[in-house]
């Protein structure tokens, strides 16, 4: 029964960060700080990523203050410094297991 209640706490956990940071973006905005408030909105999208409709207005504040398509909001051409690494539900690292050749 304690762990139906923790996932249920996690789950809404999400969304009530991603107000704090909508928040933050408009008072951060009203004080003359766009870009960070543009990477306010950007944290925003990624946590309210199961609520489309929210994530979609996130994400749209983000182009209007930067200017730019949604689709490079990611780091473009980065080069890879090793093998891919993500991190599990509790927050502890692995290496992906497919093998990523880097391109030269």
Request: proline share 9%; glycine share 6%; aromatic share 10%.
């Amino acid at each position: 029964m304690a762990h139906g209640r923790r996932a249920s706490i996690s789950k809404i956990m999400g969304p009530v960060h991603a107000l704090r940071y909508r928040w933050a973006a408009h008072r951060d905005e009203k004080k003359g700080f766009p870009l960070t408030a543009a990477m306010e909105w950007r944290e925003a999208a990624a946590l309210f990523a199961p609520i489309t409709p929210l994530a979609e207005r996130c994400w749209r504040e983000w182009e209007r203050i930067m200017r730019l398509p949604r689709r490079l909001a990611e780091p473009i051409g980065y080069p890879l410094c090793g093998p891919p690494v993500q991190a599990d539900h509790r927050g502890q690292f692995y290496v992906m297991a497919e093998n990523h050749a880097l391109s030269t």
